[in-house]
């Protein structure tokens, strides 16, 4: 069996692609940039978690503090950009959820490229990140990040 | 991409194999004898319920009145026989559920093979369905359908 093949559908059902935002006074811009791809399951379902950190040689798997499950979590810029997005470039999701990688991945290689010390890159960062898992929470709204703006 | 292993994967994480039981006066021993393999996901993420359809060429999608999801459901024990277990068999899961699947599959064949008419085989369904996913709640107790049982 195709093992890449079948990691990518695992992640299309239970993976997700984050970009987090925190306050960072010291920074230029005052915002630090954080992706993060996870997967999590139920303690008892471990196994395909260590496959996948096998896989994809990168990683961590730690319990969620939030609940009783298990995290795999890449969250190393180099990692993700160098193993975790050419991996799904290769295997591309089939859902919806293909979207919010597309724009990750766009996020990812502007971090690398130091465009999140920029105001515009940052704008261009917030604004992808706005877009993805709509139905997830954001600790932080696009006005605490730029309080200039008007409410969406 | 092996679209295959994909739809394992993507069951390895969403997928369901349940085995549930309704009391049924008219029939020989009572109890009527449901299999299901299911995969629910958020209406905005359809795409992979209707791919995983054409795949396996049998079940229906409709909505969950339980939630706002979809559900694509394979109830005909024709199609669980001959379809869906020996894909799962050539595409075994890499998690715990695949102890899941192999219980259901040897429940399939039970019923297929009339088993379930008589007390020897449904006992061994009962025992082969308790064992299932462990989380999930039962609206029957094994008490409920072997009432002389002592409680385990």
């Not at 896989?55 to 730690?62: A, E, L, P, T, Y």
Request: with cysteine; net charge positive.
């Amino acid at each position: 069996m195709d093992l890449s093949a079948y990691f990518a559908g695992f992640v299309d059902g239970e993976g997700c692609f984050t970009v987090s935002f925190s306050p960072r006074s010291k920074l230029l811009i005052g915002w630090e940039v954080r992706p993060s791809f996870s997967v999590s399951q139920n303690a008892d379902r471990s196994e395909v978690l260590l496959l996948m950190r096998q896989q994809f040689g990168c990683g961590s798997i730690r319990p969620d503090r939030s609940d009783k499950t298990l995290k795999y979590e890449v969250r190393c810029l180099d990692d993700l950009v160098e193993r975790i997005i050419p991996f799904f470039e290769g295997h591309p999701l089939l859902s919806s959820k293909q979207r919010d990688f597309e724009r990750f991945a766009r996020v990812c290689k502007l971090v690398r490229n130091q465009a999140h010390r920029t105001e515009l890159g940052l704008r261009e960062i917030v604004s992808l990140a706005m877009a993805m898992n709509p139905s997830g929470k954001r600790k932080f709204a696009l006005e605490a990040i730029f309080p200039q703006e008007l409410k969406l």
